[in-house]
């Protein structure tokens, strides 16, 4: 025969572990509560269902997203982004360094050198296509100076 002792302390035991499960199930009931925003058990199929869709949305927001990325990356390397001018006087007896070249290139060293030559008389301007940082035409020392360092 078990003792009033030993009964008193499984008693306990059961009491403490009821009082364990009830806190947990509490916290367990906030947390579903918190999740299921005010709805009822029932509809949490649909709102799983709406997480899925919205995961499926954001996926196919986040392709495009990086198709649209590519696409400026491609535009971008076209852009204009290796510029350098160059101040120079070609006449020593007029003054100022009034004459320039200008270097224009993109990503891969496509682009232009506009070079401005200023006398007394005139102003000249030229172009020179440049294609990878080269030109078919021969390119005077500044040309050249504006290019080296449009380059880097």
Partial sequence: MIDLNT?????LGFIALSIFALVRLFILDRRLTR?????TAG????LINEFVKTARRLDERTRLIAQEIDQINERLAKALQKIHTVRFNPFRDQGGNQSFVTCLMDENGDGVIISSLYSRDKVSVYAKPLKAGRSEYELSGEEKEAVDKALG
């Fill in 7 to 11: 009964l008193f302390i499984i008693t």
């Fill in 35 to 39: 999740l299921l925003a005010g709805k």
């Fill in 43 to 46: 509809d949490f199929e649909g």
